[in-house]
Every structure is written in structure tokens, then in C-alpha cells.
């Protein structure tokens, strides 16, 4: 029998302390914003140093970019969880549209208040914030639309592009309520998806 591997206690509190700065670095972040935040509470409530906080993050900075990075992360696995297995490239470009609304919609306080700050903080945040919504987060609507140019439903154009247009819709409207308060609805942004595809459908 194979002797059962655990983590050394070194390993083990170092883990600890990082999820406690990152706990309380969330719940002050998502409460008052980057500007308004010190890390001298971070490391009060985390029950730890500044230094430590450096230590593991580099910066501020670091730790707000590292922050952003799991939220987009969430963003994608409930993406990834709720799109159909089968079905035709329109239909899953589509759900992968609806899934992307639904998510900022229900998670729209603490989405709101990221894109505020990364974009007015620039710099690490806004550069991880940018990599991960246009790799981590698109990754799948990629894939939709490579099965469907192979599939020839879809003319084999850049998919870079032909993601970046999609998305692009979505971001649209929910910059525009963000930045500018205009309202949104679910629907909007979905409809100016669907002529979007079947206008790409019928070019292939």
C-alpha cells in the first residue's frame, strides 16, 4: 500500500495565510474599491503583515490583478458548466451569449465595480483583466465557432475576429450600463447577436 502524501506544515500555513489575504482582500475590495482600501487592513483582518502581503503579491496592485483573475475565472466555469454538448454552432454560439449575460447579470454589484476600477487603475489589473476575458474567458466560444467553420456552417474567416465581434455586442451594452447607466436587458444584446450569426451562416 502507497503511503498517503499530505501537504508539509510549512506548505500548509503558507496556503493558509495567502487565502486569508485573499479573503480579506476580496470582502474590502468588493466593499469599498481599490482607492479606499489599505493594505493595513487587508493584513488586520487577514491577521497578518504588510509584508507578507508583499510577499505573496508583489503590490496593491498585484493583489487587486490577482482578484480579478479569479473572478473572471468563476465567470468562465459557469460558462463552461451550463453550455450544450450537442447541437449546431449557431445554437451554441448562442448559449454561450445567454450564459455570458446571465452571469453579469447575476453577479452584476461586484462585476460593475471591477470594470470601474481596472479600468481607471490600468497598469497590472487592467493588463489581467484584458488576458483573461479575452483567452480564459472567450476560450469556449472559440472552439464553438472553429467546430462550426470545419462543420461549414460558417465561412472559415478569422476566428479571432468573428469572436472578438461577438463579444464585442455583449461588452457593448454592458459597458454602456455600467459606464453610462443605460439600462439593459437580457434580450438586447442577444438579439444583436442572433443577426450577427445569421448573417455570418449566410456567408458560409
Not at 92 to 104: G, I, L, N, T
Not at 182 to 198: C, F, H, K, N, T
Request: proline fraction near 4%.
Amino acid at each position: 500500500m502507497e503511503p498517503k502524501l499530505t501537504q508539509s506544515p510549512t506548505i500548509a500555513r503558507e496556503a493558509d495565510v495567502r487565502d486569508r489575504i485573499f479573503a480579506s482582500a476580496l470582502k474590502h475590495f468588493s466593499q469599498k474599491g481599490f482607492a479606499a482600501t489599505s493594505l493595513r487592513e487587508i493584513s488586520l483582518d487577514a491577521q497578518t503583515t504588510k509584508p507578507m502581503i508583499y510577499y505573496y503579491f508583489n503590490s496593491k496592485e498585484g493583489l487587486y490583478a490577482s482578484i480579478v483573475r479569479q473572478i473572471l475565472e468563476e465567470m468562465d466555469d459557469a460558462i463552461r458548466s451550463h453550455l450544450p454538448s450537442g447541437g449546431c454552432a449557431s445554437d451554441q454560439v448562442m448559449a454561450f451569449c445567454e450564459r455570458y449575460m446571465d452571469h453579469f447579470l447575476s453577479n452584476e454589484d461586484i462585476i460593475a465595480l471591477v470594470l470601474r476600477e481596472v479600468f481607471g487603475l490600468g497598469g497590472v489589473p487592467m493588463a489581467t483583466f484584458a488576458e483573461t476575458l479575452g483567452v480564459r474567458v472567450r476560450h469556449p466560444l472559440d472552439e464553438i465557432l472553429i467546430r462550426g467553420m470545419e462543420a461549414g456552417e460558417f465561412p472559415r474567416d478569422g476566428v479571432g475576429e468573428c469572436a472578438t465581434a461577438i463579444t464585442g455586442i455583449l461588452n457593448i451594452f454592458i459597458l454602456a450600463h455600467v459606464f453610462g447607466g443605460s439600462p439593459i436587458e437580457r434580450e438586447w444584446p442577444l438579439r444583436q447577436v442572433a443577426y450577427y450569426i445569421a448573417g455570418l451562416s449566410a456567408k458560409a
